[in-house]
């Protein structure tokens, strides 16, 4: 059963527009929700996170919405750039272990 | 600078060999991972360890062992190999909960 559910699997937007990238989670004792992108042949890397104390995490233009009741949380890339093409991962934790649970990722293609 | 390095990068091992994957972490931190990413799935986590000399299973640990024996090092153990492992192995490494993950670049194993 999966933990942490992304959607869509893949979105293609361009330069300019706003994507919207989706996640919800089951558990509800996670308390840390980071996104992670990846470039290609490279390793994932922390892009923003947020935990349930606020419902909203601003960072440039990239934005986390998180809603705790529905257990869902979404990543807005406003503006978007080619250099945004990447898979985001959304990812669920808890502040008092380390390991973090993955999402199976949303390919993001900005096109010029 | 967050420093999390990964040998061999990349191995051809043949079915029911032995391969074993190292990880040196200059970052200090408690928590080291091991995740394994195939397409459409996603990072899953094989197994981490908190402390040294102590590794816990993580989400998909069969098949997989893992030794710590110090701060610095992490290893995965693959003792016979098979095709479906054939996958991309990253290294990670974190403080205490609820921070950020630093990942090495990535070992490339292919199972032949």
């Known amino acids: 059963q999966q933990q942490v559910r992304q959607s869509p699997q893949s979105l293609t937007v361009w330069e300019g527009e706003t994507a919207i990238l989706n996640c919800s989670y089951e558990?509800?004792?996670?308390?840390?929700f980071p996104w992670y992108w990846q470039f290609p042949r490279e390793s994932p890397a922390l892009l923003i996170a947020?935990?349930?104390?606020?419902n909203k995490k601003e960072d440039g233009r990239f934005t986390i919405f998180f809603n705790k009741r529905e257990k869902k949380l979404s990543l807005h890339i406003t503006d978007s750039q080619p250099g945004d093409s990447a898979t985001y991962f959304c990812?669920?934790?808890?502040?008092?272990?380390?390991?973090?649970?993955f999402g199976r990722g949303t390919r993001l293609q900005v096109y010029a | 600078e967050a420093a999390v390095t990964q040998s061999p990068r990349s191995k051809v091992a043949v079915t029911g060999g032995k391969v074993t994957l190292s990880c040196h972490q200059t970052?200090?931190?408690?928590?080291m991972y091991w995740y394994r990413q195939d397409t459409g799935h996603g990072l899953r986590l094989i197994h981490y360890?908190?402390?040294?000399?102590?590794?816990e299973k993580g989400d998909i640990p069969d098949g997989y062992k893992a030794s710590r024996p110090s701060q610095e090092n992490f290893s995965l153990i693959l003792e016979l190999a098979s095709l479906s492992q054939t996958a991309v192995y990253f290294c990670?490494?974190?403080?205490?909960?609820?921070?950020?993950?630093?990942f090495g670049k990535g070992t490339r194993l292919t199972v032949v």
């Open positions: 970052n200090n931190h408690d928590y």
């Open positions: 947020i935990r349930p104390v606020s």
């Open positions: 360890s908190y402390v040294a000399d102590s590794t």
């Open positions: 990812a669920a934790g808890t502040q008092v272990v380390g390991q973090l649970t």
């Open positions: 558990d509800s004792t996670f308390d840390y």
């Open positions: 990670a490494s974190s403080g205490t909960g609820g921070t950020e993950v630093f």
